[in-house]
């Protein structure tokens, strides 16, 4: 009867949202590419039609290979190490340490604060004169590892390294919310049986929080995807070196220039339905593992 | 037998007990240094922001010789922070609250009441995620501004919360879908109308979720630029990011990073409080289960 | 549940529709709430009507360049009183805020932004005024051309493909090899004008363990001016860019451009480099000059202005040109031209109004305030440079022959100029040799004219 009711709502309920996000958001995409059919400076122009001109071009265009590849290390092996580190530290947090807000707390802060800080300490970091990174390795006596950690052939795994560390602390927290539901009870009866802090967590808390991990996943495969602000901020006076593209820098690149113009709108739309492609591919490809049915409890 | 058997596994647990807490030692080392490493960043940016040019190229790692506030009167009085801060706050604040209002119901809606192509709607919705902004931006823009809406703060309110939608209508609809359905249905049986089982019952028992959302989502608008920088143009209508972002891109002529860390220090306070005020309140019992 | 589906349905048709008609009405020019009130502004003369010109700048508000524009304008309004400014300080992404703002019909009459960007992004797409006319003729109160004032070199290198100018520079920037004159004191040196002089100041000082240069290793954009400039000095000016417009690639057979590459590793190869400089993110690069850990850096002339709180107190700035090279073409006067100033916009209504404003700022009091209060070279040859600028100045006045920042490559074919940099950036930080580069080089400018 409740469900009867609650019908008069739908359209009220949903209308708002509804409209505003067709109006205002899918609408302007659909124009937005639609612009990968043609070439397009920007200004009042003629817009060119090109058919899949722009898509071709794209095969065979070295720097959208970098930012393809970079983007999708991003994805792949900064995702390994974030839910690596993610994971152990749920687990840690969950088995009764103290302070556990405080802790989680900390760990989310890199979110906050804004990327050229961020990354300007980092660089800082890495400094081969000057950097702590290397300054570490010579306290410990690993000094012959140091070397130029954000020279142009090994910038993108440094970026890598600073986005997991800000990421670290936002999935932790997802984790650690979604680890929360699990009844205590659960949790008892496991240590009863005498199962330690990596069983517990293994065998009893990953399974039953699974589905929701391929929640998060789809959240990190879409943030990592559309990674910008990082990897924008190594630009030095404006430019972004090459090695450091993702794929929305060089949409944003190719559609307004960064110090020099270069408005090729049409072969930047081009580039974000690649993108948009490879988002719903993957969706579906991560939504396939993590199924399960949702537990109740 | 039985005094045998009690006694030896009340040692058992002892031994346990002890056992536990020194594996809890490496954990605690482990998770200690982490949140070592992430203090020394908050405390270098903050110290560095008391620093002068000369301070900060002289030795990057050092303390300032004084503690001074030079910096933050010159971002407050030149780069004019105080009325971006108002802005930023203005906009920031307005739109997240409208995105829960907009998006809340919609989501109730799609999770509460079974009808053909709720999941569809929910999945186009989510959907919006995978989109990059910057394909975006000229079409919005130019129906934006044939309408008068650009450069102005109602504008850039409108478009924060349309690009929030998507995220926020995923978090929700997760976030519902594992709440338990007997309260409502006992309130409806006693005679409440479904709109006054929306609002009495749903929002309180959702308040986390939606905590969670808006917290998100007021992080992420706030330190946003791009979005700024596109639809606004006067000063009077700039957000507190467009300002540090106007210090950041004037540093090679300026050189001033000692003032651009201000700037950041600035723009952390208001989050840094948020999040230490609501963070609990968020996480407690949240949840986000399977979309079904 | 068939109503739901229907009136679902209906939603989402009114929404499209609505969404289509606000799109029809993009064609159109906006009027709207927005702040620009192009009031009263048609043809009429300077002299009458209100007007209100509006100004897109690339300066932020707090950088010292607005202040001398600021000024600028109120002494205009104050000579002018119909003349009101109302200006935007959109920063360096001026041109992109433009861009979407004018596909929206939005009013601009002029902006600034350096020479380079605007000629690519906005003389060559037609969206500027040609200005001849208006250079022709006098200054107020002066008995010479507005053409005539200017530095020689710098209104023609940005003429638009048609020889028309439409960039007014009003501040010039250059390239050069900035040092500190203690550390060239300590060793006992002088400016080089040799390439070969150049190297032995570099081992005199590397016999200390010292390095001659600094550098910084993610700045492409620094790193070229490297390449750009040798070529120069063995080619003459404009030779690059033709290297990039040979659909053949044949030109990048020319042993020079190998020779060019293999001379900036040997800079590397001989430390005159910074150790480790190639891991060097900006500022990190500067720093090291400014703390007197290396000698001199090739960089813009804004060096000295960025750096001029953080250097250490008694610093001398002074400055020499990349030196010739045995059997060069180009000399060591040869001067890299890099111009900032302005264009008017093709649909401002207020064309006249605004080239006056900008004869008026170009007097002589005016313009020697960008030199004193901005600490940059003035556009206008008859001005005093800032102390720390002087040998620019002098070789800018002295020059031989002009050139502009990458041979304008990054002006007239910007896609071609970021795969440059990105091949220069990696054989200069020694990830590819120079071999490579010329074969990466070769083969991107025959795929970039397919």
Same mark, same amino acid.
């Given at each position: ?297 | ?225 791009? =979005? ?57 019992? =949240? ?6 | ?450």
């Amino acid at each position: 009867m409740l469900n009867k009711q609650r019908r008069k709502l739908i359209i009220p309920f949903l209308a708002p949202s509804l409209i505003l996000y067709l109006v205002f958001f899918v609408y302007p995409t659909i124009k937005g590419l639609g612009l990968s059919l043609y070439q397009w400076s920007g200004f009042k122009l003629p817009v060119t039609f090109i058919g899949l001109e722009n898509f071709k071009d794209l095969l065979k265009d070295d720097n959208f290979l970098v930012a393809l590849k970079n983007s999708l290390f991003l994805f792949f092996v900064g995702g390994l190490v974030i839910f690596a580190v993610a994971f152990v530290f749920t687990s840690f947090l969950t088995s009764g340490i103290k302070a556990k807000d405080f802790f989680r707390g900390i760990m989310f802060f890199p979110n906050v604060i804004a990327p050229i800080a961020v990354v300007t300490i980092w660089q800082f970091i890495y400094n081969p004169r000057f950097g702590l990174l290397n300054g570490l390795l010579d306290v410990i006596g690993l000094g012959k590892f140091g070397q130029s950690w954000a020279a142009p052939g090994r910038i993108f795994p440094a970026i890598t390294v600073i986005i997991a560390w800000i990421a670290i602390g936002y999935y932790l927290v997802l984790l650690l919310a979604a680890a929360d539901k699990i009844p205590q009870d659960i949790y008892d009866a496991g240590r009863v049986d005498g199962a330690n802090t990596w069983q517990m967590f293994w065998l009893v808390t990953l399974p039953m929080i699974w589905d929701v991990i391929g929640i998060i996943m789809v959240l990190w495969m879409i943030s990592a995807l559309k990674q910008f602000e990082i990897a924008y901020a190594f630009s030095s006076t404006g430019n972004v070196p090459v090695e450091a593209y993702t794929l929305p820098i060089y949409v944003v690149v190719m559609g307004f220039g960064m110090r020099e113009p270069i408005y090729k709108l049409g072969y930047a739309s081009a580039i974000g339905c690649v993108l948009l492609f490879i988002v719903v591919i993957l969706t579906l490809l991560i939504r396939r593992i993590f199924k399960r049915e949702n537990l109740q409890y | 037998m039985d005094a045998n058997i009690k006694q030896s596994s009340q040692r058992n647990r002892g031994i346990d007990r002890l056992i536990r807490r020194i594996t809890l030692i490496p954990m605690y080392a482990t998770v200690s240094m982490w949140a070592f490493f992430n203090i020394f960043v908050i405390l270098w940016i903050a110290i560095a922001s008391f620093k002068t040019n000369r301070e900060l190229y002289a030795n990057v790692w050092s303390l300032p010789t004084s503690l001074s506030l030079a910096n933050y009167i010159k971002a407050w009085s030149v780069v004019k922070m105080d009325q971006l801060f108002l802005n930023s706050l203005i906009v920031v604040s307005v739109s997240v609250v409208l995105t829960l209002i907009v998006a809340a119901p919609a989501a109730y809606i799609l999770t509460r009441v079974t009808f053909r192509g709720a999941n569809f709607i929910t999945q186009f919705f989510t959907a919006g995620m995978g989109v990059p902004a910057a394909i975006l931006f000229i079409p919005l823009f130019g129906m934006l501004a044939a309408r008068g809406w650009v450069d102005s703060l109602p504008g850039l309110i409108l478009v924060y919360v349309v690009l929030s939608i998507p995220f926020t209508i995923f978090l929700l609809t997760g976030f519902f879908s594992t709440l338990p359905a007997e309260l409502e249905e006992s309130a409806a049986i006693d005679g409440a109308s479904p709109l006054n089982v929306f609002i009495r019952i749903m929002l309180p028992l959702a308040s986390p979720g939606l905590l969670t959302a808006a917290i998100l989502n007021f992080v992420s608008t706030w330190n946003e630029y791009m =979005i700024a920088l596109i639809f606004t143009t006067s000063a009077k209508n700039r957000t507190i990011s467009l300002g540090l972002y106007s210090l950041q891109s004037s540093m090679q002529y300026t050189g001033d990073w000692v003032g651009m860390f201000a700037g950041v220090v600035i723009m952390m306070v208001p989050i840094m409080i948020i999040f230490v005020l609501l963070s609990r309140r968020m996480i407690s019992g =949240i949840t986000m289960g399977a979309i079904k | 549940m068939k109503k739901t589906k229907f009136a679902i349905f209906v939603l989402v048709t009114l929404s499209m529709v609505l969404a289509a008609c606000g799109g029809q009405a993009t064609q159109a020019p906006a009027a709207g709430a927005t702040e620009a009130p192009a009031a009263g502004a048609t043809e009429a003369p300077a002299t009458g009507a209100n007007v209100s010109l509006i100004y897109w700048s690339m300066w932020n508000e707090s950088e010292p360049q607005a202040d001398v524009l600021k000024l600028w304008m109120s002494d205009y309004t104050t000579a002018n009183p119909n003349v009101t400014f109302e200006v935007t300080w959109a920063g360096r992404q001026v041109l992109t805020k433009l861009q979407t703002a004018i596909s929206a019909g939005q009013k601009v009459d002029f902006l600034d932004m350096e020479g380079p960007a605007l000629r690519g992004g906005l003389v060559i797409n037609g969206q500027t005024v040609p200005l001849d006319t208006y250079l022709d003729q006098k200054l107020a109160g002066e008995d010479v051309t507005w053409r005539s004032i200017f530095v020689p070199g710098t209104l023609e290198e940005l003429v638009a493909d048609d020889g028309s100018t439409h960039v007014i520079p009003y501040e010039l920037l250059t390239t050069a090899i900035w040092y500190d004159q203690r550390v060239f004191d300590r060793f006992n040196v002088q400016p080089p004008t040799t390439w070969d002089e150049m190297m032995a100041i570099c081992s005199t000082m590397k016999a200390d363990n010292f390095p001659m240069f600094t550098i910084e290793g993610n700045a492409d954009v620094y790193n070229a001016m490297w390449y750009y400039t040798l070529i120069e000095r063995m080619e003459g000016p404009g030779k690059l860019l033709e290297a990039a417009q040979d659909k053949t690639g044949a030109a990048w057979d020319n042993p020079n451009f190998l020779l060019a590459a293999q001379m900036e590793r040997t800079l590397w190869d001989n430390g005159c480099i910074i150790e480790g400089g190639e891991g060097l993110q900006w500022p990190a690069g500067q720093m090291a000059l400014a703390n007197e850990e290396a000698a001199a850096e090739l960089v813009g002339s804004w060096l000295p202005n960025e750096v001029k709180d953080s250097v250490a107190p008694g610093f001398v700035w002074r400055s020499f040109m990349v030196p010739n090279v045995p059997g060069g073409v180009g000399k060591s006067t040869d001067v890299e031209v890099y111009p900032l100033g302005w264009v008017i916009l093709k649909d401002s209504q207020n064309q006249d109004v605004v080239a006056d404003f900008l004869k008026a700022s170009m007097s002589k009091a005016h313009s020697q305030q960008i030199c004193d209060m901005s600490v940059n070279i003035s556009a206008r040859a008859d001005t005093t440079p800032p102390v720390a600028l002087q040998d620019a100045t002098t070789a800018y006045l002295n020059a031989t022959a002009f050139f502009l920042p990458y041979d304008g490559t990054n002006s007239t074919i910007p896609e071609w100029y970021n795969t440059f940099l990105k091949f220069h950036g990696q054989m200069f930080t020694g990830l590819i040799t120079p071999e490579a580069y010329v074969a990466e080089m070769k083969a991107a400018t025959i795929d970039f004219w397919k």
